[in-house]
């Protein structure tokens, strides 16, 4: 009789501590997984001050920036005279210079910031796996005590209240484990939002990269342009107005003659009853006629524009390497074809549906003839630019696709009628 009671009461001592370990487990989980992660806690700290140092140099930049944009705007509203056009294209050098610097300070801070969100991942990642393994263990303890029925655990205790304290413990257990879950749901969402971010901040690197490129592109295109009137600066003030306005000239009788032409030529069509077939191309819907990812190096009527003391810029310059295939933008009717072989400026025109007109400037080769019908898509010619080069004309910086589109002959932003790029 006694050793019985020696034994029941030797299980009860075993069940109690068993249920005090599992409650003392389930109190603490929670307060050793951080304790753990803090020791990586350091890395990330360290990163994310130098991503504050990078904002602070790039906001540091942009007030330079912003400095220069005031004095290139001052500048544009002064005279049109020699010394203020190599001014403004000194302080543009100067702007765009600050621009690559802080663009790189940018690629150098995403890249910090994706180091950030990889230690952050990674240390979400061990997170989990230590919940895991206490959920693990929690399911492992629940099991073995659900082995053995209240029946049992009532009949080894000696009090009703050491029963209802190991009950207690129990349902202290299972609340913990639906915790631990809940905590290891939200902790794989975060993870999958740090992966989001990963990649977010993946995409933005390569976007400032190809817009470091754009920005050195530009540089080169802007010094060409300064090259071009440090070339003037060997003239007196005279001779150079004297050759601006000639250049001015120039440029007024290439409009003047796209202006007639676009006139005589639709006379031209009524007359030869060509008006049938040209209507049937239907209305105008423009695509670009060369791929516009190495971005436009100027707009239409751009203040920065570097020969804007000669002539507002009808266009926009969209960036092509020499000899990139031009494609015609909308179906239409071959109205001018003018390219020597030689460095003047060459272009061709077409004609198009409801008043549209459409011109291609610094040309290199041409693939088309005048009076001839051209479909959507075909190749007309090559793109040109290269100062020097054939029919790049005297007014290039680089190499570039002039792109005009007129309606009824006025000059409009070509940007209005293209798709977004």
Sequence with gaps: MLKNKNQKLKKGIILSLSWLIISLVAANFFIILPLKASAQ????????????????????????IDSYTEKIKEKQGETKNLKNQIAIIDNQIAKINLDIEATQKRIEQTNLEIQNLNLQIKDLEKKIDA???????????????????????LLTNETFSDFFNQVRYTQQIHTNLKVALDKLKTDQQNLQ??????EEKAKLEEKLKDELQQKKAELQEKSSAQEFLLVQTKLT???????AYQLQLEQQQINSDIVT??????????????????????PAKFSWPVNPGRGISAYF???????????????????????????????????????????SYGYIMLIHNEGFSTVYGHISKVLVKEDEFVSKGQ???????????????????????????????IPINPLEYLPAS
Excluded: C, M
């Design 41 to 64: 806690q350091n890395d990330i700290k360290e990163i994310s001050q130098k991503i504050d140092e990078r904002k602070k140099e790039i906001d540091a930049l942009q007030k330079q």
């Design 131 to 153: 919940h895991k393994e206490k959920i693990a263990e929690y399911l492992r303890l629940i099991y073995e005590q659900d082995q053995v029925s209240y029946l049992e655990i």
């Design 193 to 198: 939002l740090q992966k989001q971010s990963w």
């Design 237 to 243: 003030e005279r001779q150079y107005q004297s050759k």
């Design 261 to 282: 032409l676009e006139k005589e030529v639709r006379k031209k069509l009524e007359q030869l009853k060509e008006e049938e077939r040209f209507q049937s191309f239907g």
């Design 301 to 343: 009527h751009d203040p920065d524009y570097p020969f804007r003391y000669i002539f507002e810029h009808p266009a926009i310059d969209i960036r092509a390497s020499q000899g990139t295939p031009i494609k015609a933008p909308e179906s239409g009717y071959v109205a001018r074809v003018k390219f020597k072989g030689d460095k």
């Design 379 to 409: 190749t007309i010619g090559l793109t040109g630019g290269l100062p020097g080069t054939p029919g790049s004309g005297p007014l290039t910086t680089g190499p570039h696709l002039h792109f005009e589109v007129r309606l009824n002959g």
